[in-house]
């Protein structure tokens, strides 16, 4: 069982009173309620949560593709985060802009420890990705995108897809863009969730476009293309990001 207070409740009662009126609250009291435990026995609520629950769960529990090994969420060869990216450039690539250079993901946006070989359920998709972010495109120039991969690189880590470099003392160092060395005055077209495009100091300011493509889905989309070809869903190029002592 919980206590829960009304203390703060009836505080915030208070000052509403207190900015429209003339009144003086000369002293406040409150009182403590127990809210009891849930009655497991009950079974109206279950019978009317079972259809749902029922529904929900044979979704979830779908099959839509396999996957060759353990992907792990690791500070170097992160193989969780450069699946996801991987899905993110392939899909965007197919159903956004053919053109698209580089994927990226925020780290604490990887929402399981690993995902073990075998199959992967829509469920699974749901625990990894969670959130209800859109797929984002932005243009940015080279040396700005250099600034980005350089504030990683000294911060949470470089996940990626569409881009080979080093970390070198915190900084990204021999950065190539599809092969290709990175042009400072060039312009790329990167994909990133809209949330960490709004959040960030770099990139809050660039202009980005947005289809409704979740990331979620482009992920549930990505399993589903390489399982229509009759394979598994692996990460080439785990030392896409290495680093250098």
Do not use: W
């Amino acid at each position: 069982m919980r206590k829960f207070s009304f203390y703060p409740f009836l505080i915030a009662i208070f000052f509403a009173v207190s900015c429209n009126t003339s009144y003086k609250t000369e002293n406040v009291q409150y009182s403590n309620y127990r809210i009891q435990q849930y009655d497991k026995g009950s079974k109206s609520l279950t019978s009317v949560v079972k259809p749902y629950s029922d529904s929900v769960n044979k979704l979830m529990n779908v099959v839509i593709g396999y996957n060759a090994v353990k992907l792990e969420k690791k500070s170097e060869g992160n193989t969780l985060g450069f699946f996801l990216t991987d899905a993110y450039l392939e899909m965007a690539k197919q159903k956004v802009d053919p053109k698209v250079d580089a994927a990226f993901m925020n780290s604490g946006g990887i929402r399981l420890p690993e995902i073990p070989a075998g199959a992967i359920t829509q469920g699974k998709i749901f625990e990894l990705m969670p959130f209800d972010n859109l797929m984002v495109l932005l243009k940015v120039k080279g040396s700005l995108l250099k600034q980005y991969l350089d504030t990683l690189a000294a911060n949470e880590g470089v996940i990626e897809s569409g881009i080979t470099m080093q970390i070198v003392n915190k900084t990204a160092q021999q950065v190539l863009v599809g092969g290709k060395p990175l042009d400072l005055n060039g312009d790329y077209t990167i994909v990133h969730s809209d949330y960490v495009a709004m959040n960030s100091n770099l990139l809050k300011n660039i202009h980005r476009s947005a289809n409704g493509y979740l990331l979620r889905d482009a992920l549930l989309d990505y399993v589903k293309f390489i399982n229509d070809q009759n394979k598994k869903v692996t990460v080439t190029n785990i030392e896409r990001v290495s680093y250098v002592n």
